[in-house]
């Protein structure tokens, strides 16, 4: 029996109002719950992988279409497998049993139904928190579907400008879109709290990861969390990770890693509005997390 919200699919900003009972939307996706990946992950922020790591599970599929993503194959060319609900929990409850520090539903956005369900399923054993990770192009609505389920928000907050958000992500409404969701996420879980073990169990851990020759837009992007948020109230992640994956070479001008210069411009307009975070090394090959800002310290 298909679910409700999947024969007229406006789960996401594309509201594409397709039947997903016999056609894919703009994300690639029937109504086959499919993901490609589940297990421990080392790489996430300090407070979300702990020393044990982040129980991942990546969905496939995306409402993004950003030229340059590292999981192109999993998010753009449907590489996964089908699974049921019921087996969906089991995962869920498997990486608890590994030892993960938490939950981590990497762009499960085309599939919420079907990771409530899930979730629903496995709540009774379910102790670690669960953590979204997306790429902020949410609908309310759909981020309010998901109060009570979620305990830590972690999208990135990528563009200001709607010229770069079409350009590279194919969504020119992205920021209008998800600076209503960012603001919908904190109000739902609160002010960052943090356990004995110093890891994250509640609050918005915003992630920023920046586009060489888009320093600007990204200062943009500070400029409204600064005037939106207390400095409490959120966690930020600037990220200097960016290699040029997928179609990139297609763009030239983010054909590249992005400099120091453009880094160190970035983290001075965060440093600005006094939020607690995370930056990456620049040097480090594998974009390690430094907590915390500088002259800023995570609890
Ligand atoms: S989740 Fe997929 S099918 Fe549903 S509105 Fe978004 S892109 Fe379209």
């Known amino acids: 029996m298909?679910?409700?919200d999947y024969l007229n699919c406006e789960l996401c900003p594309r509201r594409c109002g397709v039947d997903r009972s016999v056609k894919k939307g703009f994300c690639g996706q029937t109504d086959a719950l499919r993901i490609a990946r589940a297990g421990l992950h080392l790489w996430e922020e300090p407070c979300i992988s702990g020393i044990r790591g982040s129980g991942t599970v990546f969905f496939s599929g995306c409402t993004l279409r950003c030229c340059?993503?590292?999981n192109y194959e999993i998010s753009q060319e449907n590489k996964g497998y089908n699974i049921s609900v019921d087996e969906?929990?089991?995962?869920?409850?498997?990486?608890?049993?590994?030892?993960?520090?938490?939950?981590n539903l990497v762009s499960p956005t085309q599939f919420v139904p079907s990771m409530i369900k899930a979730l629903d399923i496995a709540k009774p054993r379910l102790k670690i928190?669960?953590?979204?990770?997306?790429g902020g192009y949410e609908r309310v609505e759909t981020v309010k579907m998901l109060d009570g389920y979620v305990n830590?928000?972690?999208?990135?907050?990528?563009?200001?400008?709607?010229?770069?958000?079409?350009?590279?992500?194919?969504?020119?409404?992205?920021?209008?879109?998800?600076?209503?969701?960012?603001?919908?996420?904190q109000k739902q879980v609160g002010k960052p709290v943090f356990g004995e073990d110093g890891l994250l169990k509640k609050g918005v851990l915003m992630r920023h990861l920046l586009l060489p020759t888009l320093r600007h837009d990204s200062a943009e992007v500070i400029r409204f969390l600064?005037?939106?948020?207390?400095?409490?109230?959120?966690?930020?992640?600037?990220?200097s990770q960016y290699t040029p994956m997928n179609r990139a070479k297609d763009y030239p001008e983010i054909n590249r890693?992005?400099?120091?210069?453009?880094?160190?411009?970035?983290?001075?307009?965060?440093?600005?509005?006094?939020?607690e975070g995370y930056s990456q090394e620049r040097d480090?090959?594998?974009?390690?997390?430094?907590?915390?800002?500088?002259?800023?310290?995570?609890?």
């Open 2 to 4: 298909p679910m409700r």
């Open 88 to 103: 969906l929990a089991d995962i869920f409850l498997d990486l608890q049993e590994q030892g993960a520090h938490n939950l």
């Open 129 to 134: 928190p669960v953590v979204c990770n997306c």
């Open 257 to 275: 890693r992005i400099s120091t210069f453009e880094y160190n411009y970035v983290l001075g307009e965060a440093e600005k509005y006094g939020f």
């Open 68 to 70: 340059f993503c590292q």
């Open 152 to 185: 830590i928000w972690l999208p990135d907050l990528k563009y200001f400008s709607p010229e770069a958000s079409k350009r590279y992500s194919l969504a020119e409404d992205y920021f209008e879109v998800a600076s209503r969701a960012v603001k919908q996420m």
């Open 284 to 299: 480090s090959a594998n974009g390690c997390y430094v907590p915390p800002f500088e002259g800023e310290k995570i609890p």
């Open 226 to 239: 600064g005037e939106s948020f207390d400095p409490d109230d959120i966690l930020l992640s600037v990220m």
